[in-house]
């Protein structure tokens, strides 16, 4: 059998510590089968991978990297939006402290990051195929070097350390082992108008909204009952957010006006609610789910049925309140399968995300009214941002392209 020139060293013993061979030298670990020595091991094998002969040399003992993540999730967790949070503890636990948690705050170099940004590389997702594109490498890589400009400001970092660590520049487009991530397309009206059936009917009346003002899904399942002003204007109703994604960005409050289509859609689910209740809601959809199946039973309910009904209504219901990113996309999807078991094979519902249905309606504003309207449909500051939503520029350019005149051939066919 050949032997495997690129196997790491194993994780050995001698006494009570763990070492590893590299080079001819012991270098140890720690105590056997202590997470540190562990940890140890690991950042040994991701560093050689990256650099076979480099072994880091190991300076006198501070707060270790370990305490800084935790004292900063702890800040982000208070302070940063829920999504913007969890992509720093994917990072800080999967990655920062795996390899680095035990070394000293101060002994964190640009190697260590370029160590991390190559595990980021080499990571395999649960389909099998690379985890992360190459800009969310650099985001995490960024997300790396702000928790210890952060701990700059909490006198736990060295300015000097936080510096050396913004010398490691963003991979470049191409770079070796990275792909690109997709740009995201619209979902043709048609699809969306396939899978509505499929739908219980407050997911559909909110895939509605969503199309008919543009928003982007996060406010459309955070909308809030007392968040709809009805009375200020006689014809529409104005949908004031209380916080939306570039708040902090444009220092202004974004108001959504809701035409008679949206109202006669959003009416029924403001009925009986306290200001604070979701508009759209994952307890509805489940009630109207139970309605159906209560209108589509064909045989008279059983006593324990009826029993078991009376105690779930005596309950509270343990369906959140609020939709969030997943529930909805996974809602969305459940609904395609759902469809694509009955529907013929050439009916097939391809599969679409909520997040396109923003792209959807950009675009038909711009090929229906223009660019200006596509902007302020979309709230945005600049025309440059509505660009990268709207796809009407590659639809006109589909159109001509199919209404060609080759310039080259005679009329009778001779070229």
């Known amino acids: 059998m050949p032997k495997l020139v690129n196997r790491p060293p194993k994780y050995g013993k001698m006494g009570k510590y763990a070492f590893v061979t590299h080079n001819r030298k012991r270098i140890y670990l720690g ?31 501070n707060a270790a990297v370990k305490e800084l993540a935790a004292a900063f999730l702890d800040y982000a967790k208070a302070t940063f939006a829920k999504p913007n949070y969890i992509h720093f503890r994917t990072v800080v636990l999967e ?20 160590t991390i940004r190559s595990e980021l590389i080499r990571a395999i997702g649960k389909d099998g195929k690379p985890r992360y594109c190459r800009g969310t490498i650099n985001d995490h890589v960024r997300r790396i070097i702000r928790i210890f400009h952060w701990g700059v400001g909490e006198e736990l970092v060295k300015a000097e350390t936080w510096a050396v660590l913004q010398a490691v520049k963003p991979l470049p ?49 955070n909308m809030r009952v007392g968040e709809i002003d009805r009375d200020s204007d006689s014809e529409l109703w104005l949908y004031r957010l209380h916080s939306h994604k570039t708040e902090k960005k444009t220092k202004r409050k974004k108001i959504v006006p809701l035409g008679k289509p949206e109202q006669e859609l959003i009416l029924p689910y403001l009925e009986g609610k306290e200001p604070a209740a979701a508009v759209f809601s994952p307890r509805t959809a489940m009630e109207e789910r139970r309605a159906e199946q209560r209108a589509n039973r064909k045989s008279k309910p059983t006593p324990s049925q009826e029993s078991r ?18 529930s909805y996309h996974q809602a969305i999807a459940h609904a395609i399968a759902k469809g694509n078991k009955v529907l ?18 950009a675009t038909a504003m711009e090929k229906e009214s223009g660019l ?44």
């Not at 990655?95 to 370029?114: A, Q």
Request: charged fraction near 30%; aromatic fraction near 10%.
């Open 31 to 61: 105590l056997y089968g202590s997470p540190e020595s562990h940890e140890a091991y690991a950042r040994f094998v991701a560093e050689r991978r990256l650099s076979p002969d480099l072994v880091l040399p190991r300076g006198e003992s």
């Open 95 to 114: 990655f920062l402290t795996k390899f680095y948690g035990n070394t000293p705050i101060d002994e964190f170099k640009p190697s260590s990051l370029k």
């Open 173 to 221: 487009e191409g770079y070796e082992g990275t792909f690109e991530s997709p740009a995201r397309e619209d979902v043709s009206d048609d699809v969306i108008l396939r899978t509505l059936p499929f739908l219980p009917p407050v997911l559909q009346a909110m895939v509605k909204v969503q199309r008919l003002t543009g928003c982007r899904p996060g406010e459309i399942f």
């Open 309 to 326: 009904d009376r105690e779930r209504a005596a309950k509270p219901s343990r369906y959140q309140e609020f939709y969030n990113k997943d």
């Open 344 to 361: 013929p094979d050439n009916e097939q519902i391809p599969h679409w995300y909520p997040y396109q249905i923003r792209h959807t309606a």
């Open 372 to 415: 200006d309207e596509a902007q302020a449909l979309l709230d945005h500051s600049s025309a440059q941002t509505t660009k990268r939503y709207s796809h009407a520029r590659l639809q006109k350019m589909k159109e001509l392209a199919r209404n060609r005149r080759n310039p080259f051939e005679s009329e009778g066919g001779e070229s």
